[in-house]
């Protein structure tokens, strides 16, 4: 089955400063990766996601980009605020809902601590 | 906007004890799944609902149950409870044919 690995376990920076996780996979067939928030006593929340047709993809100061030779996809935070303080989450998953697929695996979690 | 709706949030049960779960899609989502987060750890797959039938299992063990109704909520059922249990537990929604999925504020689930 699907494997990822996520990196750094926890990443602490300077307010303003840009963060950057890394994530790998190791199922070719994964074809949509999408990056969740979470905080504490809180569900996931969906901050962006790309699927393996695209390279990169931006969305204010969060952007990620994908290598699907390497099969490595990134999370790019830029200008950081305390309230980007949080558990980050990457994810890889095969497939279209409503098939067999579309079953999220998910990276270890990156801490990130932001400090004003 | 509507999300995703799961009760109860909190849970307190014995060893042994049964629980269920319930958890209601965001209108419109067909496609419901399951995750169990343990302290400290990331998500895991448990099983999916696609158009009230079973689409994908992971690590689910056989002590639990779920399904999908005509309304498309769904219930995991969790029987002869241990200690191990005790973690979030997260449902997932998505529109028909898409893979977004959107999670709910999630079920913690305490066995004493």
């Known amino acids: 089955g699907e494997n990822v690995e996520q990196h750094p376990s926890t990443l602490s920076v300077q307010e303003g400063d840009s963060a950057v996780i890394k994530c790998t996979y190791s199922?070719?067939?994964?074809?949509?990766f999408p990056w969740y928030k979470q905080e504490l006593g809180k569900g996931p929340q969906l901050i962006i996601d790309?699927?393996?047709?695209?390279g990169e993809k931006k969305d204010q100061r969060i952007a990620v980009t994908l290598n699907k030779t390497a099969k490595h996809f990134s999370l790019h935070i830029t200008e950081t605020q305390p309230e980007d303080s949080a558990v980050y989450f990457c994810?890889?998953?095969?497939?279209?809902?409503?098939?067999?697929?579309?079953?999220?695996?998910f990276g270890q979690g990156t801490i990130l601590t932001v400090h004003p | 906007a509507a999300g995703v709706i799961q009760s109860p949030r909190h849970l307190i049960k014995e060893k042994r004890e049964t629980a269920t779960l319930k958890c209601y899609p965001i209108?419109?989502?067909?496609?419901v799944y399951w995750y169990q987060q343990g302290p400290g750890q990331d998500p895991q797959f448990l099983i999916s609902?696609?158009?009230?039938?079973?689409?994908d299992k992971g690590s689910i063990p056989d002590r639990f149950s779920a399904q999908q109704f005509s309304d498309y909520h769904s219930e995991l059922n969790m029987s002869s409870l241990e200690l191990g249990d005790s973690a979030l537990y997260f449902c997932?929604?998505?529109?028909?044919?898409?893979?977004?999925?959107?999670f709910g504020p999630g079920t913690r689930l305490l066995v004493l």
């Open positions: 997932a929604s998505s529109l028909p044919q898409t893979v977004t999925q959107y």
């Open positions: 199922d070719s067939a994964s074809n949509y």
């Open positions: 790309i699927r393996s047709n695209v």
């Open positions: 994810a890889a998953s095969i497939g279209a809902g409503g098939t067999s697929y579309g079953k999220l695996t």
């Open positions: 209108p419109r989502h067909d496609t």
């Open positions: 609902f696609y158009e009230k039938m079973q689409s």
